[in-house]
């Protein structure tokens, strides 16, 4: 079957640097989403990759793995406003991860 | 602005009473998409359209309906809503190659 993991929730310190690990199993492989959602709101896009290794975007960066099916997204200088969920999405968004919550402490 | 507009933002509604959630897209976009979100599940997608009178079931089709006779609009048609279609209900559109959704405010859906 084609399902991506999350992990369900993170914590992390103002300031601080987080991970957030997305795995996948899909038949075929068209790119990688991440988008961030505040409760209550819509998904905002983050980036896209469909090709191996790291992309940066000024606090956050994607990196992908092809082989392993793996991508992570990197936020660094962690403010109170990144407290948020954080979706995975392959193929075209057709398959999505349930997304993982981040709280951010002071 | 750029954006997605869906209507209404909330609806509490009866079973078996037909409804229609509208979305309408300003950015000329030829892919839309509708999905549903339920907590610990994630985004699944119901319908989705590639362009003007082209549309095609997502993962999740099964008591809904859409239609694409404008670029523009998408609406999504619930023929006789049930409880199990509670849900919150986000519209999206973009650009050929998939790039980036832009996501409507959302429709949060109560069936009773």
């Known amino acids: 079957g084609q399902n991506i993991d999350q992990p369900t929730e993170m914590t992390a310190t103002e300031g601080a640097i987080v991970q957030i690990n997305c795995t996948y199993q899909t038949s075929g492989f068209n790119g990688l989403f991440w988008y961030q959602q505040h409760a209550g709101e819509a998904p905002t896009f983050l980036s896209y990759n469909v090709l191996d290794g790291l992309e940066e975007k000024g606090r956050f960066s994607s990196f992908l793995s092809r082989s392993k099916g793996y991508s992570y997204l990197l936020l660094k200088e962690l403010q109170m406003k990144d407290s948020a969920s954080y979706l995975c999405?392959?193929?075209?968004?057709?398959?999505w991860g349930a997304g993982t919550k981040l709280i951010i402490k002071p | 602005e750029a954006q997605v507009t869906q209507n209404p933002r909330y609806l509490i509604t009866v079973t078996g009473k037909k409804l229609t959630v509208t979305c309408s897209q300003n950015?000329?976009?030829?892919?839309m998409s509708w999905y549903r979100q339920d907590p610990g599940l994630g985004l699944r997608q119901i319908y989705y359209s590639m362009n003007v009178e082209v549309t095609d079931k997502g993962d999740v089709p099964e008591g809904y309906k859409v239609s694409r006779k404008e670029k523009r609009n998408f609406p999504l048609i619930l023929e006789s809503p049930s409880p199990n279609q509670t849900s919150l209900y986000f519209c999206a559109s973009s650009p050929p190659g998939g790039f980036g959704y832009t996501f409507g405010s959302g429709t949060r859906l109560t069936v009773v």
């Open positions: 950015m000329n976009h030829e892919y």
């Open positions: 999405a392959v193929n075209y968004q057709l398959i």
